[in-house]
C-alpha cells in the first residue's frame, strides 16, 4: 500500500489537506515576496475521494487581501486515470499572513491582481 493512501486505495484526507496548504501559500506569494504562513483553513469540503492514479490539480484566486493576511479559495479537480472523467474532490478556503523574522504578522502593501488558474501537482 502506498504510503498516502489508506486500505480503500484512496489519498488520506490529511495528505490533501497539505496540499492545500501548499496551493494558498503559491496564491499569497503572488502578492509579494514575504514569510507566508497559514492562519487558518476556514472550510474544507470533501466531496469525492481520490484515488491511486488521479491526477491531482489545484486552482486558487484570491477572494480578500487584508493588510496583513490573504484569503485564498482552492479547488482542488482529478482527472481520473481510469476514465479520463474530471472530478472536483475538494474545496477549501485558507488564509495566509505575511510575517517578518519575529514571526509575527506584518502588514504588506500589494495591488490586487487578477489571477488565473494555477495548476499545481
Known sequence: MPRDTN???TIFGGVILSWIDQAGFVEARR???HRWVTAALDRVDFVAPVGLGDIVNFYTRTVRMGTK????????????????QCVRVTTATTTMVAVGP???AIPFS???TATTPETSR
Do not use: N
Request: glycine share 14%; aromatic share 8%; proline share 7%.
Open 31 to 33: 502578492h509579494g515576496a
Open 102 to 104: 519575529d514571526g509575527k
Open 110 to 112: 500589494s495591488p490586487p
Open 7 to 9: 486500505q480503500y486505495g
Open 69 to 84: 493576511s490573504v484569503t485564498v479559495e482552492v479547488d482542488v479537480e482529478v482527472d481520473r486515470y481510469a476514465t479520463g
